[in-house]
């Protein structure tokens, strides 16, 4: 990612791809849909099948999820579509043919979305959504079959990731947001759900870091051994 995707990114602006707009959701938006339906729609843009699923027959080398989600059942198609309108901001979007050579275009527009470039609107909603791609255990098809990789998907079980507090307890999202919101530089309840997901995890990552480097530089004026602390200074890049 160069310097200009991550201004973008950090202003929160729009990313293009074939034409059609990927304008990114911002907290509200998220928390209007639900938490866990915004996690349920995300799982449709992983980009790799190798992220579903483990030990892929040969057979099944050259697909891609999109392959599998337009061969599904109703229910996995009909949430594949559903979750294109939310992250595309569409109300309508059409389905031409009923194979993997399938196309999706939104209402009124041109624009063609199909397994060819698929990945590439993909790519842009994992950035925009900061996306901590991870496997699951019990992803292992047995089939060569896309219709049984369909359903060991569906039955797939949710992961969303947490972060653990210093005093180990498991803190959700809308803990996150009331930290950032209380502890945060000119943030607070009124405007921090005007931030995009990028700009909302920066925040709370650079306010981590403030407050690490805080607390190390009081433990050496307090005579604490500075071999034993790790001492990084705010000012510098965010581990993703």
Known sequence: MNIDDELKLLKGSSFFVNGIEIK????GEIVDLGYL?????LKYFVENIE??????????????????FIRSD??????FTNAIKFFFKEDKIKILGGDIQSTIFPENKNKLINRDNWLQY???VNIQNCVNKTLDDD?????????????????????INKIK?????????????????????????????NLTMYQFNDQFKRMQMFEEYDINIRSLLAGA???????????????V
């Open 51 to 68: 992220d579903y699923f483990k030990d892929i027959p040969d057979e099944l080398k050259e697909i891609i999820p999109f392959d599998v």
């Open 122 to 124: 993909c790519k842009v």
């Open 165 to 193: 507090s210093k005093n180990n307890e498991q803190l959700d999202f809308s803990d996150l947001i009331s930290c950032l919101a209380t502890n945060g530089n000119n943030l607070n309840l009124l405007n921090i759900f």
């Open 37 to 41: 339906q915004y996690h349920r729609y």
């Open 74 to 79: 109703s229910d996995i198609l009909n949430e």
């Open 139 to 159: 992803y292992n098809p047995k089939s060569s079959k896309a219709r049984e990789i369909a359903e060991k998907l569906r039955k797939a079980r949710e992961k």
């Open 24 to 27: 990114p959701l911002t907290i």
């Open 225 to 239: 051994d500075k071999d034993k602390i790790d001492l990084k200074h705010w000012i510098s890049k965010i581990k």
